[in-house]
C-alpha cells in the first residue's frame, strides 16, 4: 500500500516566484490497485508521481510504501515516462535488460528474463533493434517491458500513451490490462484522457490546480477484467456516468466551484 499524507512541494522559478505544486495531499492507494490521476495541466501530477517515485525531494508531508518511507528511488518502483526514456544507443534486449543489470543480475539471467518480457509486450524478434529504429508505440512497449522486467510491486506511469497515435494507444491500454490483470501491480497512471482513466481504473483522483490538491476520488465501478472486450466497456451506461461525472467535476474546476451532479 503507497500512504501519502499531508504532501507539499513548492519550486522556486528563475525569476524568483515560487509555485506551490502541490498542498496537503493526502491519499492511500491500496495494494493491486490500478489507480487514475486526472487534473488540468500543471496541477502537480508529474510532481506527486515523481516524489512516490522518490525521483524528486517534498517539502512538508510523509510517503510511504508498505509502511517504510520513501527516502529515494527503489526497487519496489518502476517508473514508465511519456517520452519513453531509452537508452538510444543500447538495443531493446539491453534497454528491457538495463535493471537488471543495475541490480547485478548476470548475463544469462537478465537476457532470458528481458527476452520473455520482450514476447509478452508484443516485440519478439526486435531484441536487436535501437530505439530509433521503432515506432513511438513499439517504444513505448520497450518502456514498459524495462518497467516490469525489474518485478517492481509498484508501477508509476507519468502519461505512458499520450505521444502515441490513437489506434496505438487503444491497443497498448489493452496490453496493459491485460499485464495488470495478469501480474497484480499497483499502478499510479497519470493520464489528460478522462476516457482513459475509467478505462483503466479501479479509481480516478481528480487534482485541482494551483497548490494542486486532491479535488474528489471516483470510484470507477464497471466490471473486470477488462481487457476482454474494452468496446462494449465502453458503451455501456455506467461508463457513460462516469464519464459524465468527470466532466462535470472538471468543468467545474475551470469555471470555479459550481454545484455538480454526484453519481454515487
Ligand atoms: N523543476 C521545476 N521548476 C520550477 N517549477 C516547476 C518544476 N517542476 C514543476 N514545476 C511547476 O510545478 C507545477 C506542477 O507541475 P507538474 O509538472 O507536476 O504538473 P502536471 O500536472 O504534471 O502538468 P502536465 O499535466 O502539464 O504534465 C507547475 O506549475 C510547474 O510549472
Not at 31 to 56: D, Q, R, W, Y
Not at 172 to 192: A, D, G, N, P
Request: neutral net charge; charged residues 25%.
Amino acid at each position: 500500500m503507497i500512504t501519502i499524507q499531508g504532501l507539499g512541494k513548492s519550486f522556486v522559478g528563475q525569476d524568483g516566484t515560487t509555485v506551490q505544486a502541490l498542498r496537503g495531499v493526502d491519499l492511500e492507494v491500496a495494494a493491486n490497485e490500478f489507480l487514475t490521476v486526472l487534473g488540468p495541466s500543471g496541477c502537480g501530477k508529474t510532481t506527486l508521481l515523481k516524489a512516490v517515485a522518490g525521483l524528486t525531494p517534498w517539502d512538508t508531508g510523509d510517503i510511504r510504501i508498505d509502511g517504510a518511507p520513501v527516502r529515494g528511488p527503489g526497487p519496489d518502483r518502476s517508473v514508465v515516462f511519456q517520452n519513453f526514456a531509452l537508452l538510444p544507443w543500447a538495443t531493446v534486449l539491453d534497454n528491457v535488460a538495463f535493471g537488471l543489470r543495475m541490480r547485478g543480475v548476470g548475463r544469462a539471467e537478465r537476457e532470458e528474463r528481458a527476452r520473455s518480457l520482450i514476447g509478452t509486450v508484443g516485440l519478439a524478434g526486435f531484441e536487436s533493434k535501437l530505439p530509433g529504429e521503432l515506432s513511438g508505440g513499439m517504444q513505448q512497449r520497450v518502456g514498459i517491458a524495462r518497467a516490469l522486467a525489474v518485478e517492481p510491486q509498484v508501477l508509476l506511469m507519468d502519461e505512458p500513451f499520450g505521444a502515441v497515435d490513437e489506434q496505438t494507444r487503444r491497443l497498448l491500454q489493452e496490453e496493459l490490462l491485460s499485464l495488470w490483470e495478469e501480474h497484480r501491480l499497483t499502478v499510479v497512471f497519470i493520464t489528460h484522457s478522462m476516457a482513459e482513466a475509467v478505462l483503466l481504473g479501479d479509481r480516478v483522483v481528480l487534482m485541482s490546480a494551483r497548490p494542486g490538491r486532491i479535488a474528489d476520488i471516483v470510484p470507477v465501478d464497471l466490471p473486470r477484467p477488462r481487457s476482454g472486450d474494452v468496446g462494449s466497456l465502453e458503451r455501456s451506461g455506467r461508463y457513460t456516468e462516469i464519464t459524465a461525472y468527470l466532466w462535470d467535476r472538471l468543468r467545474d474546476m475551470h469555471t470555479e466551484h459550481r454545484p455538480s451532479k454526484a453519481v454515487r
